[in-house]
């Protein structure tokens, strides 16, 4: 065997092991992105305006509000901020909407978790090709190793 071929293999088999336990883990990663959330939101009440930007960000792109809902907001002893609203006020984002009627129902965490979960099925897919096309490089790579090995013998 070519120590290509070994190399190879045992890169492919990593990135199988890498593959099987991410897709295992699956539920935990979803937990950790729920728990993040929910502690971003507490800061967000508090001194750290980085994640209040991140929050008013995120809130108007995904078109989102909260972790789960609007009443995340409550939660933190905090008004809605605008970024909730579909239609913000003109004045700048630290008003707050006028009515929970007026706000985005769906929460953030569902949105982004959708979002993640559409970007893994094109890394896994990606991901596939390029096994297969590893797998077939680790054959051509043992039948070269055995043809030299062949030669060299005659």
Not at 12 to 24: C, H, K, M, S, Y
Request: net charge neutral; glycine share 8%; hydrophobic share 45%.
């Amino acid at each position: 065997m070519g120590p290509f071929a070994v190399l190879l293999l045992v890169i492919f088999i990593v990135e199988l092991a890498v593959g099987i336990a991410a897709a295992v883990n699956k539920n935990e990663v979803n937990s950790v992105l729920k728990s993040a959330l929910r502690n971003s939101l507490g800061n967000s009440t508090h001194s750290s305006d980085v994640d209040r930007k991140a929050w008013d960000e995120m809130q108007m792109k995904l078109k989102c509000c909260g972790v789960e809902n609007w009443r995340d907001w409550e939660n933190v002893s905090v008004p809605l901020p605008a970024s909730c609203c579909p239609d913000p006020p003109a004045q700048p984002l630290k008003q707050i909407c006028a009515t929970p009627a007026t706000v985005y129902s769906v929460g953030c965490y569902d949105t982004l978790k959708t979002k993640v979960k559409d970007g893994a099925i094109v890394i896994m897919g990606v991901g596939i090709g390029l096994a297969f096309i590893q797998f077939i490089g680790i054959v051509f790579a043992f039948c070269l190793a055995s043809a030299i090995k062949r030669g060299e013998e005659k």
